[in-house]
């Protein structure tokens, strides 16, 4: 079984309804982060949480919310989608161990289209 | 704010060749380098970490350096095979807080 799972894989949707993306992780790491890759435009962080008390905003978090429920589980969610946030979703996680053990571990991603 | 530049953007090359695929950053203060592999429609993953302190490291016929001086790195690929065919992501770490910003990938094709 993978260690980062995301749901769904892809989904399609309307603008103006409310979206929400699923990461687990069996890797038993405290920090999860959310990336959004568009073409052209590389990778970008839109919320990390470095434990379950902890949320942070990252370069692109307008129109995105996100919730840690427990160690393993963070989920991003769009309010009210729109066309411009059709993209791939990432989810990622990694240890707390300083920097030799700070790689990042991505789950498949979920593709998003917003109509 | 920190920038990553990957050159080229994309690369074909035959297969059996050594290639080296580079990546550069305007902010020197990094906590680490790393190289990430994504296959097309997949996740990345996890090729290669250089802590800041140190020169280069080595994982089979890959190798990354770092001169964090000047802000660049290589990743070294030795004889080239069709398998290699991906996207390689460069991404930086900064002050310590491991959330990493991304250079744009670049796309090799190795023929056989």
């Not at chain 1, 840690?68 to 589980?73: D, P």
Request: proline share 4%; net charge neutral.
């Amino acid at each position: 079984d993978a260690d980062v799972t995301q749901t769904p894989r892809n989904r399609i949707t309307k603008t103006g309804k409310r979206i929400m993306l699923e990461c687990s992780q069996t890797k038993g790491h405290d920090r999860m982060y959310w990336y959004r890759q568009d073409p052209g435009l590389g990778l970008r962080l839109i919320y990390y949480s470095f434990d379950v008390k902890d949320i942070n905003k990252g370069e692109i978090s307008d129109g995105y919310s996100v919730s840690r429920q427990a160690q393993a589980k963070f989920s991003l969610s769009l309010e009210s989608a729109i066309p411009n946030q059709t993209a791939l979703y990432f989810c990622a996680t990694s240890d707390l161990g300083g920097p030799s053990t700070d790689t990042q571990y991505f789950g498949p991603g979920t593709r998003l289209t917003v109509l | 704010k920190q920038e990553v530049t990957q050159i080229p953007a994309a690369l074909s090359v035959p297969e059996g060749e050594n290639l080296v695929l580079n990546c550069s950053f305007t902010d020197s203060a990094i906590y680490n380098l790393q190289w990430f592999r994504q296959d097309p429609g997949k996740g990345l993953t996890s090729l290669l970490l250089i802590q800041s302190s140190q020169r280069e490291q080595t994982s089979g016929r890959l190798n990354a350096s770092l001169d964090k001086s000047s802000g660049r790195s290589t990743l070294y690929i030795a004889a080239s095979q069709p398998g290699d065919s991906a996207t390689y992501l460069c991404a930086v770490s900064g002050n310590g807080y491991s959330t990493l910003t991304f250079g744009k990938g670049t796309m090799l094709l190795v023929s056989p």
